[in-house]
């Protein structure tokens, strides 16, 4: 009996490991078709799908019936119980990893929330006044930084997704200082996102800076995301945003 059982079995898959046939069971899926229907969707000859009609016969997949001089084909699925139970334990593979997968991925984001650095600032300006004030160099000049302690005496800005950009000027000391990278989202005057690598961080890796500015009846609020830091000391030394918030708030309101 487990014999006979066995071999009703492959013959299933063996029935279905044709493409042909396959096509020919996903024609019949809801609905009944002639043979000559079937036979009309396929560049193989009549006789060579008569042919594959009753191998899907033999094992119960398609049944037939006479409606005059036309034999209807109907779609069985019962057999195919058999592959269903095939798959159960790869089903149960595929959860574990997609749930493995899942909670990689929420880890991910949650490392990448905690390491991120998150200011605000609420602005009496246009967001159009503000985003042109963080992108175009002559602006940037005037107010990114305070004189004697931090001054930014040139930037180079391509203002574009993938152009680059540059600043330099004087830090603590009279150490001069470099700050560059890439664009990477350019939404005037919502959205500006671009890489950040500093010279003066020897620990420093590229890292992500995000401006989202959102007005509403003339006063905007700027949000600053700096993320991607792969260091708590690298992270320590990038607390001056409040700082400069706050000089991008003196110049735009003045």
């Not at 009944?32 to 016969?57: C, E, Q």
């Not at 602006?139 to 330099?168: C, I, N, P, Y």
Request: hydrophobic share 40%.
């Amino acid at each position: 009996m487990a014999t006979l059982r066995r071999k009703r079995n492959e013959a299933v898959f063996r029935a279905i490991a044709d493409p042909t046939r396959r096509e020919i069971l996903a024609l019949l899926r809801g609905r009944r078709l002639t043979v000559n229907d079937i036979a009309g969707n396929f560049r193989s000859s009549r006789p060579a799908i008569s042919k594959h009609l009753r191998l899907l016969r033999s094992v119960g997949l398609v049944r037939t019936e006479r409606a005059g001089t036309a034999r209807i084909c109907r779609l069985d699925p019962e057999p195919l119980r058999v592959v269903d139970a095939w798959l159960k334990d790869y089903r149960q593979f595929w959860r574990e990893s997609l749930q493995s997968l899942k909670d990689y991925m929420e880890d991910e984001a949650m490392n990448a929330t905690i390491d991120a650095i998150i200011e605000q600032v609420t602005i009496n300006a246009s967001a159009e006044s503000i985003f042109a004030a963080l992108t175009d160099p002559a602006q940037r000049v005037k107010w990114w930084g305070l004189k004697g302690r931090f001054e930014t005496e040139h930037m180079e800005s391509d203002l574009r997704a993938g152009g680059r950009w540059m600043m330099r000027g004087t830090g603590m000391g009279g150490k001069p200082f470099k700050v560059h990278g890439v664009y990477r989202t350019v939404d005037r005057p919502r959205l500006l996102s671009f890489t950040w690598l500093p010279d003066w961080d020897e620990e420093a890796t590229e890292t992500l800076v995000q401006f989202d500015l959102d007005e509403r009846g003339g006063v905007t609020t700027v949000r600053l995301t700096h993320s991607g830091f792969k260091s708590q000391g690298s992270r320590t030394r990038h607390q001056g945003w409040p700082q400069i918030l706050s000089w991008l708030k003196g110049y735009a309101e003045r």
